[in-house]
């Protein structure tokens, strides 16, 4: 895959989310919800959960939170810094441009059709570039979506010359690596879902037949291809041989303890998704210490289908985060805007000799060590201040 970076091709609009008619798309797959699934290449019945369901849901969201999770807001006047206190400041999220979605081949509508329309959603044109296998299932969405600022790509295009002004690619690490590359030679922002390579941690305390039904399914979801399947298994020695007489064809390695796991675990440079069986409180302070994008405990793969979830990797698993209120935000950029008000604009004139003296007294008033230390620094910003008037 070769991603050549020029002058975008469609024109953002704002407004985004309200243009996109989201409750019309999601009843819309509704209707279209047993063509979809089959244009997946996956059992009807396993991607009418997996895929066509969570694309709903996923529409939902976006209409019920889109406007106002894009807001233009101000900040507040508490905790405004007493020397800027006639600023006021306003932070808006705006769109990039154009968006560059270049999908993965083992998952041709879920996955890239909620990065489509949280980029429509935010306001930005879009280049949906599918995967192998992945052309009907988008034409197919993209006609449902029917918005002029979508088009859809032929899956054997190689080289996409294509003016992106963000890039959202899913795909191998390999392939991420030479995609970011050629990005790289024009800062063009990316986000990036790279190779998984997922550990399940066994507790002492797990349930063990909630275990091996988990690592079941999540072997053959998908047909074996998520990319959040498990591959390796970090499980106490206590159910160990347990666990080993009931699982095969994974990675399995009995640990002593929580650190040994986690130590074990991190020596691997991908970092996407991970599951924790155990007795709760503690499988989920555990969870909180494990190094991965995405955590479950006591499920697999499946809880992160929630809209609301925002989903990226870490290390060698990419960079960023999709689908959740996080994932909308990443389709935008930030402009903050400053607005002085009043007519004092102190900092506008010449220096003055006694400068130092008031400004480290201001620091030490404002941010001093003690209560005493902060009022005597207050006498001195003032004398500073009167010695600066008269001179």
């Not at 970092?271 to 499988?283: D, K, T």
């Amino acid at each position: 895959m070769s991603v050549a970076v020029a002058t975008p091709v469609v024109t953002p609009q704002r407004g985004g989310s309200r243009a996109l008619q989201l409750r019309r798309v999601r009843q819309l797959v509704a209707e279209r919800a047993e063509e979809l699934a089959r244009l997946t290449g996956l059992p009807v019945a396993e991607a009418l959960v997996s895929q066509v369901l969570p694309l709903a849901d996923a529409c939902r969201f976006l209409e019920s939170e889109a406007d106002r999770i894009l807001a233009p807001h101000r900040l507040p006047a508490a905790g405004r810094p007493f020397w800027l206190r006639d600023v006021e400041i306003e932070v808006r999220r705006e769109p990039f441009g154009t968006v560059l979605v270049i999908a993965p081949s083992n998952n041709h509508l879920f996955l890239p059709g909620v990065q489509v329309l949280q980029a429509l959603a935010a306001g930005n044109s879009v280049l949906w570039k599918p995967g192998r296998g992945g052309q009907s299932a988008a034409d197919a969405f993209a006609e449902i979506v029917d918005a002029d600022r979508l088009r859809v790509l032929d899956e054997t295009v190689e080289t996409a010359d294509l003016g992106a002004d963000l890039v959202i690619f899913t795909g191998s690490a390999e392939t991420g690596e030479k995609v970011m590359t050629q990005l790289a030679e024009n800062v063009t922002p990316c986000v990036a879902e790279l190779s998984g390579h997922d550990a399940v941690f066994v507790r002492a305390d797990a349930d063990v037949d909630l275990v091996v039904r988990a690592i079941s399914f999540g072997g053959r979801l998908g047909g074996g291809a998520v990319c959040m399947r498990p591959r390796r298994v970090f499980v106490h020695e206590s159910v160990a041989e347990q666990l080993q007489a009931r699982v095969s064809g994974l990675e399995i390695v009995a640990v002593r303890d929580d650190d040994e796991a986690l130590r074990l675990a991190a020596e691997n440079p991908y970092a996407l998704g991970a599951s924790v069986f155990g007795r709760e409180p503690g499988a989920t302070e555990f969870a909180r210490r494990v190094r991965a994008g995405a955590v479950t405990v006591n499920d697999i793969i499946v809880p992160t289908a929630d809209p609301r979830f925002p989903f990226g990797g870490r290390g060698r698993s990419g960079y960023g985060v999709t689908r959740g209120a996080e994932g909308l935000l990443a389709m935008t950029q930030v402009k903050a805007i400053a607005v002085r008000r009043g007519k004092s604009r102190p900092h506008l004139d010449p220096a003055g000799r006694n400068d130092a003296e008031l400004f480290g007294a201001y620091i030490r008033a404002a941010h001093g060590g003690s209560w005493t230390a902060r009022g005597r620094a207050v006498v001195n910003f003032f004398q500073a201040a009167m010695r600066r008037n008269k001179s």
